[in-house]
């Protein structure tokens, strides 16, 4: 859910590329983009910035949000700010209610509208367990199956900490099944949980791997050591006690709220979507209005608001300074890294901690400036018509925000590179890269085909990478400490880890890692196969009937008896591929919309494509006997091309995970 636009609104077009590979030379894989995360600035700015008061910030929202939602399609924004203790604005902007239902536009009140807050709700979920680690009932190191009553999937002897679960660290591979949908009927954490849950596909503590699952995992915890289901924990402990009164993890709404929620949309011309479920609630399915959340960073700032601080000062402080170092992640650590629970997103020198998140209509950023005592909250309920619409406003606003009233300090540490071995670094860099966020247990496998990042050399010492993150378009960077790597013009960082004289991961941002792409499943070599093997047997089936018609026409006496059943096999064998190559593009279609593929289709899918798999012994049988018969070189060669077609198809479908046991996504 943080930012899962990604998965979701471009996950869709994302597996429409999975179709072009299928019938043609595209290429891709399907990759988180965070909003940034940075460092230090490019370069050194005045200190003094524009004084955050109210009247300076509503008038900045004023000129900037207005025109922003005109232009993006997005129906509604809703914002709040707070500093030095106090909130400073809560405002509205666009429509809670289009209107297209019917009904007359309702524009977006900050105090009592609510809004989906997606994985910006993962930072209440890590509060409650710092709560139980602040009263001795939880420990961040101990293995989490001390807590658990069901066995967690573990494939190394490490053992899984709340630390780990809170930092993404766990080594679990994505999980899209039940993600969000619109059932409203009652949602049970614990079967959600137990039922396929995903590999676990890293040592813990080493790759950051975005997961909803290890958050959902730690929210189970608080409820199994609580005694208290975790929605009513959190309520009375979160919640109620920072003064959230209007904010609820229940779902669907609780009566007294239901009026005041927020229609989400596609775009403000599209009609209101149903409200979402999301499936396991810990890690996204706050709703809340922006009032309520100006009083969660003032809470999370440690100042006084509600009735009762959330976590005391030792434990805040722990919650909010990294929490994994050199001792598990290497050279990772030497660029930003998660707390237990925050984002480091720091900008200007300024120290920053944040969450963004998503559901499929819903677009929030948190962030807070602990050494500075402020914050900034936006919320968007509408898609935008642009792929990137959301992520860019919000990135335009909490960028400007800091760029605005917390400018870089002019006195920015520089730490000197020697050249040689910058260049040096960049030429072990080079290569293809894929995201750690993945499925590598499945038929999922082949979505790693889109969205690669290709990272080359520059001017000799710098690294180009395609695209950049974020973006469409390629970014620069240069090396600014060892293994450590700022882009070129702007602010984003990235580190490195190489080991015998090979980069093994790029770290995008605290959750976000690149990781080389194996020899085998290089686009360069996956995508030719694939696509020339579906060629090859869309052709063959194609010259069946005309093959037929043109006999029939000059009188030609029809194929001889002769090898007839190997020919008939290997009929099958092509039709089966074809058939599951095209169930697949429409299941991964139908999954990437957070759509249910019925387990009985996955496994239809698969039976034909392994009919297509073992259809090449009757292929090999076919090509032998028209050999041995001299039937031509023409028949030679097609029993050849389609020989080579099938094991092609059959190599990608075994590489890819496509007769993989498991179904689970």
């Given at each position: 859910m943080r930012r899962h636009r990604r998965v979701v609104r471009l996950g869709a077009v994302l597996a429409i590329a999975v179709v072009i590979a299928v019938s043609a030379a595209g290429c891709g894989a399907p990759q988180h983009h965070p909003a940034p995360h940075v460092d230090a600035p490019a370069a050194p700015a005045a200190a003094s910035g524009s004084a955050l008061t109210d009247t300076d910030v509503n008038a900045w929202l004023d000129g900037l949000l207005p025109a922003a939602l005109d232009r993006t399609g997005i129906a509604g924004a809703t914002v709040a700010v707070v500093n030095d203790g106090k909130i400073i604005t809560t405002?509205?902007?666009?429509?809670?209610?289009?209107?297209?239902?019917?009904?007359?536009?309702v524009p977006v009140d900050p105090d009592r509208h609510l809004f989906r807050m997606g994985s910006v709700s993962k930072l209440v979920t890590a509060t409650a367990v710092l709560q139980l680690v602040q009263s001795g009932k939880l420990d961040l190191d101990a293995d989490v199956t001390t807590y658990l009553d069901f066995d967690l999937p573990?494939?190394?002897?490490?053992?899984?900490?709340l630390r780990h679960l809170l930092t993404h660290t766990a080594g679990f591979e994505e999980r899209i099944a039940g993600l969000i949908g619109t059932d409203g009927g009652?949602?049970?954490?614990?079967r959600a949980l137990m039922t396929d849950p995903p590999e676990q596909i890293y040592e813990p503590g080493t790759v950051p791997a975005y997961s909803n699952y290890s958050n959902a995992l730690a929210g189970y915890i608080v409820e199994r050591v609580s005694g208290t289901r975790f929605e009513e924990y959190v309520q009375r402990n979160i919640l109620d006690r920072a003064g959230m009164p209007s904010s609820t993890f229940e779902q669907p709404l609780p009566a007294a709220l239901r009026d005041r929620m927020s229609n989400g949309y596609?775009?403000?011309a599209g009609p209101a979507a149903p409200f979402e479920i999301v499936g396991t609630p810990p890690p996204g399915a706050l709703s809340a209005p922006a009032t309520d959340m100006a009083r969660f960073m003032l809470a999370q700032l440690g100042e006084p608001v509600?009735?009762?601080p959330l976590l005391d000062q030792p434990t805040r402080?722990?919650?909010?300074r990294p929490a994994l170092d050199s001792t598990s992640l290497g050279t990772l650590a030497d660029g930003p890294r998660m707390t237990l629970g925050f984002f480091a997103e720091d900008r200007n020198g300024h120290r920053i901690l944040g969450h963004g998140g998503d559901t499929k209509y819903f677009h929030s950023h948190l962030q807070i400036y602990p050494d500075d005592r402020a914050g900034i909250f936006l919320s968007l309920n509408s898609n935008g018509s642009g792929a990137l619409d959301s992520n860019e406003l919000r990135e335009s606003i909490v960028n400007g925000f800091a760029d605005r009233y917390f400018p870089a300090?002019?006195?920015?540490?520089?730490v000197g590179v020697d050249p040689a071995t910058t260049a040096e670094h960049a030429a072990l860099a080079a290569g293809t890269y894929e995201s750690s966020r993945a499925v590598r247990s499945n038929f999922l496998t082949a979505i790693g085909l889109v969205g690669r990042t290709t990272v080359s050399v520059a001017d000799g010492d710098r690294l180009l990478l395609e695209p950049g993150p974020l973006s469409d378009s390629p970014a620069l960077y240069e090396e600014v400490a060892p293994w450590v790597w700022r882009e070129v013009g702007g602010q984003r960082t990235i580190a490195m880890r190489a080991t015998d004289d090979r980069v093994e991961a790029i770290s995008l941002d605290p959750a976000f890692t690149l990781l080389p792409v194996e020899a085998a499943r290089a686009s360069t070599v996956a995508v030719p196969v694939l696509a020339l093997s579906t060629v090859v047997l869309l052709l063959a089936v194609l010259s069946w009937p005309v093959g037929a018609i043109v006999r029939r026409r000059l009188g030609r006496a029809p194929r001889e008896r002769a090898g007839r059943t190997a020919r008939i096999l290997s009929r099958l064998a092509v039709a089966g591929t074809l058939l599951a190559f095209a169930g697949w593009v429409l299941s991964i279609i139908s999954i990437m919309s957070l759509q249910d593929v019925p387990g009985a289709a996955l496994r239809t899918i698969q039976v034909l494509q392994l009919v297509g798999l073992l259809g090449v012994v009757p292929a090999t049988v076919r090509l032998v006997d028209d050999v041995r018969r001299?039937?031509?070189?023409?028949?030679?060669?097609?029993?050849?091309?389609i020989l080579v077609a099938l094991a092609g198809a059959g190599w990608f479908a075994v590489e890819f995970h496509l007769l993989a046991p498991s179904i689970s996504y």
């Open positions: 405002r509205g902007y666009g429509y809670a209610d289009t209107g297209t239902g019917g009904n007359g536009a573990r494939h190394y002897e490490r053992a899984v900490t009652n949602v049970n954490l614990r596609d775009t403000s509600g009735f009762a402080e722990l919650m909010q300090r002019d006195d920015q540490p520089t001299h039937v031509g070189w023409r028949r030679i060669a097609g029993s050849s091309l």
